[in-house]
T-cell receptor, first 117, second 113 residues
Framework: GAVVSQHPSWVICKSGTSVKIECRSL??????MFWYRQFPKQSLMLMAT?????????EQGVEKDKFLINHASLTLSTLTVTSAHPEDSSFYIC?????????????FGPGTRLTVT | KQEVTQIPAALSVPEGENLVLNCSFT??????LQWFRQDPGKGLTSLLL?????REQTSGRLNASLDKSSGRSTLYIAASQPGDSATYLC????????????FGQGTELSVKP
C-alpha cells in the first residue's frame, strides 16, 4: 500500500515552453501533497504544500506564478512549470500524506527529471 | 528556523562493517523524525520513522535512535552490504505546520565489496 506515482518520469522541453508534472496517490486519499525540487548532489527543498480544494502554500523564494500547483482531487496534484528556462532543470519529487494517517508520514513519488534546453 | 545537519557528508566502508550515520536538528519541537534512502536518480524510500515520544526504531539491520532534547538522531547499519550503497537522508516533521518535512543534506554511503 501507500504508493505514489509521478508522470512523466523524465521530460525534455525547450526554453519558454510549459511542462506539467502529475502526482497521484494510488491507493489512498491525500488531502495534502508536497512538492520538492532537488539539484544534483543536494538535498530536497520544499517548494510548496498543496491542499485539495484550496490554493497551494508556497515556500519563501518560490515563484507561485512560475510553479503553478493544482490539487483538484484527493488523489491528484499537478505542478506546472511555466515558461521554463534552463535553470529550472532539476529533479522534482512529490509526496502525499494519507488523509487517514495520524503520524504525518509522507509517501514519496519516484521523481520527475526535467531538462530544459 | 529549523536546520537539519548530517555528518559525514560521505562515507566509504568495506563490506561487513557496522556504521553510524548522524543527524542533528536545531529545534526540538518536532513531530517525528524519518530516515530515508535515495538511490541515484530515484525517489525516496522510507526506512524508519521515529515519533517524538520514542527513543528508537528497528528494522532488520537498521536501528535509528532519537534524542529529542539534544537534537540528535543516529542511524546504525549492521553488517553493511554493497547493496546498502546509497544516499541516506534524515528529515524532521515540524510541529503544527501541517506535516512539513525539513531535510538534511544527506550522507552518501559507499560499501565496497
Amino acid at each position: 500500500g501507500a504508493v505514489v506515482s509521478q508522470h512523466p518520469s523524465w521530460v525534455i522541453c525547450k526554453s519558454g515552453t510549459s511542462v506539467k508534472i502529475e502526482c497521484r496517490s494510488l491507493d489512498f486519499q491525500a488531502t495534502t501533497m508536497f512538492w520538492y525540487r532537488q539539484f544534483p548532489k543536494q538535498s530536497l527543498m520544499l517548494m510548496a504544500t498543496s491542499n485539495e480544494g484550496s490554493k497551494a502554500t508556497y515556500e519563501q523564494g518560490v515563484e507561485k506564478d512560475k510553479f503553478l500547483i493544482n490539487h483538484a482531487s484527493l488523489t491528484l496534484s499537478t505542478l506546472t512549470v511555466t515558461s521554463a528556462h534552463p535553470e529550472d532543470s532539476s529533479f522534482y519529487i512529490c509526496s502525499a500524506r494519507d488523509s487517514l494517517g495520524i503520524d504525518y508520514e509522507q509517501y514519496f513519488g519516484p521523481g520527475t527529471r526535467l531538462t530544459v534546453t | 528556523k529549523q536546520e537539519v545537519t548530517q555528518i559525514p557528508a560521505a562515507l566509504s566502508v568495506p563490506e561487513g562493517e557496522n556504521l553510524v550515520l548522524n543527524c542533528s536538528f536545531t529545534d526540538s519541537a518536532i513531530y517525528n523524525l524519518q530516515w530515508f534512502r535515495q538511490d541515484p536518480g530515484k525517489g525516496l524510500t522510507s526506512l524508519l520513522l521515529i515519533q517524538s515520544s520514542q527513543r528508537e526504531q528497528t528494522s532488520g539491520r537498521l536501528n535509528a535512535s532519537l534524542d529529542k532534547s539534544s537534537g540528535r538522531s543516529t542511524l546504525y547499519i549492521a553488517a553493511s552490504q554493497p547493496g546498502d550503497s546509497a544516499t541516506y537522508l534524515c528529515a524532521v516533521t515540524l510541529y503544527n505546520q501541517g506535516g512539513k518535512l525539513i531535510f538534511g543534506q544527506g550522507t552518501e554511503l559507499s560499501v565496497k565489496p
